[in-house]
T-cell receptor
């Protein structure tokens, strides 16, 4: 049972480059989301999706793009990387938002923008 | 706006001690409170989920309680072991923002052999 799988685990980008962080889950969860974790800031929501074809912005969406073409996959795109996007990125999934719904997280992608 | 606070920020205890980690939240209108463990450089592992109508949940040596009216949760770890060393995070999902988990900044626990 793989759960939530993120690739790559580590990435170094130059300022201005673009890239896609991959996230896949095999639990048939409708709800998926992306967080970033920064020292002193905790985890903050970037974008989320409540099902295939439906996405919305979280707290810190600027500089990121998402799409959800399948239930399983929720990639996060960095359009033009900036040093401020150096962070650890986590993808999460759950059956649905609401009472009793447990969230599961991937192992994270550690991104450095130089 | 929901805010989640965890105290203490760091804790060091000798092996075998029972310990309590604290989590407080400002808005009692929550769906769930979830405790996670994070090892250095790793992802978040879910430990316990407490629904808003529940008072506590137990898993092995872990017991989490919830007092929604006072905005508090505690994670009790019995007979601590060096393998329990990690950062423990609590997070709540609110009734008015069920799509989002609001995290505390975590308690970094070190259990000394």
């Amino acid at each position: 049972n793989a759960g939530v799988t993120q690739t790559p685990k580590f990435q170094v980008l130059k300022t201005g480059q673009s890239m896609t962080l991959q996230c896949a889950q095999d639990m048939n969860h409708e709800y998926m989301s992306w967080y970033r974790q920064d020292p002193g800031m905790g985890l903050r929501l970037i974008h989320y999706s409540v099902g295939a074809g439906i996405t919305d912005q979280g707290e810190v969406p600027n500089g990121y793009n998402v799409s959800r073409s399948t239930t399983e996959d929720f990639p996060l795109r960095l359009l033009s990387a900036a040093p401020s996007q150096t962070s650890v990125y986590f993808c999460a999934s759950s059956y649905s938002p609401g009472v009793g719904t447990e969230a599961f997280f991937g192992q994270g992608t550690r991104l450095t923008v130089v | 706006k929901q805010e989640v606070t965890q105290i203490p920020a760091a804790l060091s205890v000798p092996e075998g001690e029972n310990l309590v980690l604290n989590c407080s939240f400002t808005d009692s209108a929550i769906y769930n409170l979830q405790w996670f463990r994070q090892d250095p450089g790793k992802g978040l592992t879910s430990l316990l989920l407490i629904q808003s109508s529940q008072r506590e949940q137990t898993s092995g040596r872990l017991n989490a309680s919830l007092d929604k009216s006072s905005g508090r949760s505690t994670l009790y770890i019995a007979a601590s072991q060096p393998g329990d060393s990690a950062t423990y995070l609590c997070a709540v999902s609110g009734v008015d923002s069920s799509y989002k988990l609001i995290f505390g900044s975590g308690t970094r626990l070190l259990v000394r052999p």
